[in-house]
Nanobody, 115 residues
Framework: QVQLVESGGDLVQPGGSLRLSCVVS????????MGWYRQAPGKQREAVAD???????NYVDSVKGRFSISRDNAKKTVSLQMNSLKAEDTAVYYC?????????WGQGTQVTVSS
């Protein structure tokens, strides 16, 4: 059974940084595009960033230049480095496959940006 476990969320001040990690068990990830998603209170879940199996990254406009997605296939881990955080980045963050690849959703990790 595939499981995704996200971690690294925290309360951080505007302008701060966080690094989120997602560990995948039950399957390898080397062949799959992977992504990070977020859901803010009262809003639909949105895609934030994705990375192809070959390592090419894509970002939603609102995080370009601030967030960086990476993957370690050997460790079955996908990471999201978030810099220059803003209040509007506050959300529960999830990882999953990207495109047509969908695994069971994990519990997510809460990121709160507030002074």
């Amino acid at each position: 059974q595939v499981q995704l476990v996200e971690s690294g969320g925290d309360l951080v001040q505007p302008g701060g940084s966080l690094r989120l990690s997602c560990v995948v068990s039950g399957t390898g990830i080397s062949l799959y595009p992977m992504g990070w998603y977020r859901q803010a209170p009262g809003k639909q879940r949105e895609a934030v960033a994705d990375i192809t199996a070959g390592g090419r990254a894509n970002y939603v406009d609102s995080v370009k230049g601030r967030f960086s997605i990476s993957r370690d296939n050997a460790k079955k881990t996908v990471s999201l480095q978030m810099n220059s955080l803003k209040a509007e980045d506050t959300a529960v963050y999830y990882c999953n496959g990207a495109g047509a690849v969908v695994f069971p959703w994990g519990q997510g990790t809460q990121v709160t940006v507030s002074s």
